[in-house]
């Protein structure tokens, strides 16, 4: 154990109530519970752990495991889950033994006192930062507290920013855990500085320069963000000091802009609200443009064009043009044959243009290839495909780490010493998603040509099935006259004059050309290896040309869906020659001299079929790769898995972190600490001056803020000098009456108070999910938790409560649920309540009174209500502002009602073995077989069959009224005059 956590659960221990623990991101939390749960004892009663993600609970299992000294209890933690019956979950709850236990579960047996409270230990409480006054686990605490004051409560949390969202948060949760004592333990503590700072780890900073394209794009974003956070500015609905564009790196923006915004949202204009959304969109873009490769970029900007909305602000905004137009032109650009510019552009880009095709048709000169003429002006589609440029740094990083292996290997004299260092020479590499896990274990495997040949396929490839979507849409059965760009349509003398609109046809036909080809290519698995294009002959710097792409002109187009296969394979032969990058090429970094012929054979190798793919692989990798340099064995890891145990399983000696992150930081120091006599060696890869390096820093900046208003507020708390002691739950309606007695007059039966009976509420056991239960109990009332079939809350016999909150309104209108909740209610009880129930912090209404039309619509919940009311007439409709409101409403229809019966309850709407219901109101008063006939007859509507059931006795007496008297009932001389036909109807006999 690393002593800091040695102090942590002293300071724990010391105060027997329990307290809050908020330690800083990374300092493994898991690892601090696994040491509280070894020290319980069965003989304290049992510990109960709430509130665990899975993540966090699979490592306090790992970490119990591996302990080395396990406590006089060997037993693992188990889990009791609502699949484990009544009597079997008691007996556990008396064993003594360590549980994790969701909240909803422990409630509900607590409320049916299957929970013997004074054989419970304590409670410890995971992911505090979530808690609130109304939550579930304020509930629990509450309880057993008032029934156990001797049990400890444990909260912690990992997430400080998040215990500074909000007035006083800190202060209110431990209020609500009643807790008095604040335990801080940023990584800036004393205890944690100078443990960790003991013997750190060696640390490579690598700052890596982003491409020229990649420095546009991220400048474009930020001037895009800076426009719409300008813009959310001039609304005046928020604080604007949070609107910062360091803020709105960091998933928490959304949340600090929404919590400002949410009591007004309604009010605000379809701007504002699209500028919120737009600013999640940019916060992405800025994550990507240094996660993903070129190609996966354009593809998900294409997916953003295609699905964003029509208002969407930033699309719009003036920077905007550029992160699409850089993109494309990491990816590849477009220029005609004959020496011209697409027209129609901006003049800054096609000056840029003009430079880069210079560069390139200088390139092809250069490796004897020069651009071909073409009198009809046809466009050439030149790849670039622009490699990320920490993947040459990070094969440079892994050759340097293999190279001094080798000289370590070759120094030492001693064979056991080598093996020892063999045992922990692994490399670990951190990335932030799998996706980029894989991205690169193929980029190591078989080199960043090959991984952005498959990206940009399948990024063609998309194009084609995208198109083959649209056309079959369209019903457009129409065939292309060809593969060519011009496709038989544009003519080809579009010269300089060409209207925009016209240039992004060409350069669509282009791109759907390119995929035509590869497709075809695809298909095409018949091509055997003698039948391949002579290769080799270009000379050794093809492969690493930068202009040396797919031509796609008009001579493309000879015969009409007859593409010829050596020009199909030229094409993709051309393709993969290229790899475009703003540094130097890939070619260099491996073997300057002889990985030319290699990746070039490679790839042409490729272009037909899986099979010659594989062949040429096996025949290229090992040269082109281990030909001048060895890796070493690789590991990657996920940030996103949550797996923070990956260090002590793997036990790196070497730890590249691709992707920056101050909770891994922490991790690897941690880990350092333990091992202090294990070398270990962290390279960090940065994009220099980028928003990669601006939020790692101001993730740390903003856990130091977080952690001194945290101090702050713990020298100014108010924390009520008998919070651990106070009575609580029921026993709180009980403390107001005792002043009252004393001042009531005398004279009113010698001053004896009247004995009140007990408030009881039925609460269905799904209704836990919510908070309006734990409100409810703390207004005094006695919450009995079952499974109702029929309404959320029965109040009385008489009065059944379906509750539901926005969302869930929302929800049941559109699949239809609302209306049967409804007619089952009204069948069984006399007084059926829909409860509406608005969040506190959110405004009061629906929808602003703009937004209110005069007519009935079928979107409109305002109209659908409306329906509601006229169907049911019985049905109350009650409004709710909040939790607090509804426990009053609660109260105040209870107060001249008698208290429900739970056993009837439960049995409402459920079936009898005989397929009877009991208590059923409806089959009291009607034959329901007969009603049900009597609705499926023709004419017969929900609007009229209880008339009709008031105007006739049975159904036999129906079959003999007259036609006026039927429509005197059915309310319309159609729908009588329909069921008269009917009954009337003769039945077909057979001759």
């Known amino acids: 154990m690393v002593q800091f956590h040695e102090h942590i659960i002293t300071e724990l221990l010391e105060d027997s109530n329990g307290g809050l623990v908020v330690l800083s991101s990374g300092l493994c939390l898991p690892k601090l519970i696994s040491s509280l749960l070894l020290l319980h004892h069965p003989s304290q009663g049992s510990l109960l752990l709430l509130s665990s993600s899975p993540s966090q609970k699979q490592l306090i299992l790992y970490h119990l495991d591996a302990n080395p000294n396990p406590n006089p209890n060997p037993n693992l933690p188990s889990e009791i889950t609502s699949d484990l019956p009544a009597h079997h979950r008691h007996s556990l709850y008396t064993s003594g033994s360590v549980f994790f236990i969701t909240s909803r579960i422990l409630i509900v047996d607590l409320l049916t006192s299957r929970v013997p409270t004074s054989g419970i230990a304590g409670l410890i409480i995971l992911n505090a930062h979530s808690l609130s006054e109304t939550c579930t686990e304020a509930f629990i605490v509450r309880i057993i507290r008032s029934l156990n004051p001797a049990a400890y409560v444990r909260a912690f949390s990992d997430k400080p920013h998040a215990m500074v969202s909000g007035f006083a948060k800190a202060e209110r949760i431990m209020k609500c855990l009643f807790l008095r004592r604040l335990h801080l333990w940023p990584r800036f503590q004393v205890h944690v500085s100078q443990e960790l700072e003991r013997c750190p780890p060696v640390v490579v900073d690598i700052r890596v320069p982003m491409t020229a394209h990649m420095q546009g794009i991220q400048k474009a974003i930020v001037e895009v963000m800076d426009a719409c956070l300008k813009e959310m500015r001039k609304t005046n609905k928020v604080d604007v000091d949070d609107l910062t564009v360091e803020n709105g790196l960091f998933k928490s923006f959304d949340e600090i802009v929404r919590r400002q915004l949410d009591p007004i949202?309604?009010?605000?204009?379809?701007?504002?609200?699209?500028?919120?959304?737009?600013?999640?969109?940019?916060?992405?873009?800025?994550?990507?443009?240094?996660?993903?490769?070129?190609?996966?970029?354009?593809?998900?900007?294409?997916?953003?064009?295609?699905?964003?909305?029509?208002?969407?602000?930033?699309?719009?905004?003036?920077?905007?043009?550029?992160?699409?137009?850089?993109?494309?032109?990491?990816?590849?650009?477009?220029?005609?044959?004959?020496?011209?510019?697409?027209?129609?552009?901006?003049?800054?880009?096609?000056?840029?243009?003009?430079?880069?095709?210079?560069?390139?048709?200088?390139?092809?000169?250069?490796?004897?290839?020069?651009?071909?003429?073409?009198?009809?002006?046809?466009?050439?589609?030149?790849?670039?495909?622009?490699?990320?440029?920490?993947?040459?740094?990070?094969?440079?990083?892994?050759?340097?780490?293999?190279?001094?292996?080798?000289?370590?290997?070759?120094?030492?004299?001693?064979?056991?010493?080598?093996?020892?260092?063999?045992?922990?020479?692994?490399?670990?590499?951190?990335?932030?998603?799998?996706?980029?896990?894989?991205?690169?274990?193929?980029?190591?495997?078989?080199?960043?040509?090959?991984?952005?040949?498959?990206?940009?396929?399948?990024?063609?490839?998309?194009?084609?099935?995208?198109?083959?979507?649209?056309?079959?849409?369209?019903?457009?059965?129409?065939?292309?006259?060809?593969?060519?760009?011009?496709?038989?349509?544009?003519?080809?003398?579009?010269?300089?004059?060409?209207?925009?609109?016209?240039?992004?046809?060409?350069?669509?036909?282009?791109?759907?050309?390119?995929?035509?080809?590869?497709?075809?290519?695809?298909?095409?698995?018949?091509?055997?290896?003698?039948?391949?294009?002579?290769?080799?002959?270009?000379?050794?710097?093809?492969?690493?040309?930068?202009?040396?792409?797919?031509?796609?002109?008009?001579?493309?187009?000879?015969?009409?869906?007859?593409?010829?296969?050596?020009?199909?394979?030229?094409?993709?032969?051309?393709?993969?020659?290229?790899?475009?990058?703003?540094?130097?090429?890939?070619?260099?970094?491996?073997?300057?001299?002889?990985?030319?012929?290699?990746?070039?054979?490679?790839?042409?190798?490729?272009?037909?079929?899986?099979?010659?793919?594989?062949?040429?692989?096996?025949?290229?990798d090992a040269p082109s790769f281990s030909n001048a340099k060895q890796l070493p064995l690789v590991h990657f890891y996920a940030l996103e898995s949550e797996k923070s145990n990956i260090l002590d399983v793997l036990k790196p000696s070497i730890v590249i972190v691709y992707h920056p992150d101050m909770t891994f930081v922490r991790e690897i120091e941690i880990y350092k600490t333990e091992n202090p006599s294990k070398k270990l060696k962290v390279y960090f890869l940065f994009y220099e001056d980028s928003t990669e390096v601006q939020k790692f820093e101001a993730s740390i900046r903003r856990e130091n803020g977080a952690f001194e208003s945290l101090i702050r507020q713990k020298s100014l708390m108010m924390i009520p000098v008998d919070q651990d002691v106070r009575g609580l739950g029921l026993n709180s309606s009980i403390e107001p009456q005792a002043i009252t007695s004393q001042n009531s007059i005398t004279r009113k039966a010698g001053g004896r108070k009247e004995v009140e009976k007990e408030i009881q509420v039925i609460v269905d056991m799904r209704e836990f999910m919510s908070s309006l239960p734990n409100v409810l109990h703390q207004k005094g009332m006695r919450i009995i938790p079952v499974t109702l079939e029929v309404g959320d809350y029965i109040l009385s016999p008489l009065i059944c409560v379906e509750r539901k909150s926005i969302q869930d309104l929302f929800g049941s209108f559109a699949s239809g649920r609302l209306y049967h909740q409804v007619e089952t209610m009204v069948r069984y009880y006399r007084i059926p309540v829909l409860l509406i129930e608005f969040s506190q912090d959110k405004s009061f209404s629906f929808q602003s009174a703009s937004e209110i039309g005069d007519d009935v619509t079928p979107n409109s919940i305002i109209s659908k209500l409306s329906l509601l009311a006229l169907h049911f007439p019985r049905l109350r409709i009650v409004w709710s502002r909040s939790l607090h409101a509804t426990a009053e409403i609660f109260a105040s229809l209870k107060a001249n009602q008698d208290e429900p019966d739970e056993a009837k309850a439960i049995r409402v709407g459920v079936p009898s073995e005989e397929g009877i219901v009991e208590n059923d109101v409806r089959a009291e008063n009607y034959n329901t077989s007969a009603v049900e006939l009597l609705r499926r007859l023709p004419g017969v509507t929900d609007s009229n069959y209880r008339a009709i059931m008031d105007g006739c006795k049975s159904l036999a007496e129906l079959a003999l009224l007259p036609v006026e008297k039927l429509a005197e009932l059915m309310g319309g001389h159609k729908a009588a005059r329909t069921l008269r036909e009917f009954l009337d109807a003769k039945y077909p006999t057979l001759l």
């Open 265 to 620: 949202w309604h009010t605000l204009g379809k701007k504002t609200k699209q500028l919120v959304s737009d600013l999640k969109t940019l916060r992405k873009l800025l994550d990507y443009l240094v996660r993903y490769d070129a190609v996966s970029y354009l593809k998900y900007l294409d997916s953003l064009r295609a699905s964003e909305n029509i208002r969407s602000v930033w699309i719009f905004a003036e920077s905007s043009y550029k992160i699409f137009e850089y993109a494309k032109k990491r990816v590849y650009h477009f220029v005609r044959l004959d020496g011209g510019k697409l027209g129609g552009q901006n003049k800054s880009v096609t000056n840029k243009k003009r430079k880069l095709n210079n560069l390139n048709n200088n390139k092809n000169e250069a490796n004897g290839d020069s651009v071909p003429a073409s009198t009809n002006g046809g466009v050439v589609l030149e790849e670039v495909l622009e490699e990320s440029p920490k993947w040459k740094v990070l094969r440079e990083v892994l050759e340097e780490i293999e190279e001094e292996r080798e000289k370590q290997a070759s120094s030492r004299e001693d064979a056991s010493a080598e093996g020892d260092e063999d045992d922990s020479g692994i490399v670990l590499v951190a990335c932030k998603d799998e996706r980029s896990c894989m991205q690169l274990e193929d980029f190591i495997k078989s080199g960043p040509q090959k991984v952005m040949r498959e990206e940009w396929e399948k990024y063609l490839l998309s194009k084609v099935e995208l198109r083959g979507l649209q056309t079959r849409k369209k019903n457009k059965a129409k065939e292309p006259k060809g593969f060519g760009i011009l496709n038989g349509e544009v003519p080809s003398t579009s010269g300089q004059n060409t209207e925009p609109t016209s240039i992004s046809k060409l350069e669509h036909d282009a791109l759907m050309a390119a995929a035509s080809v590869i497709s075809l290519a695809k298909k095409d698995t018949a091509v055997s290896d003698n039948s391949q294009p002579h290769i080799g002959s270009g000379g050794r710097g093809k492969g690493r040309g930068k202009g040396r792409n797919i031509k796609i002109t008009g001579e493309a187009q000879v015969s009409g869906h007859k593409v010829n296969n050596s020009n199909s394979e030229q094409g993709r032969n051309d393709k993969s020659e290229v790899f475009g990058s703003e540094n130097d090429s890939q070619g260099k970094e491996i073997d300057p001299v002889g990985s030319g012929d290699f990746n070039e054979n490679k790839d042409k190798g490729a272009s037909v079929d899986k099979g010659v793919l594989q062949k040429h692989c096996q025949e290229t």
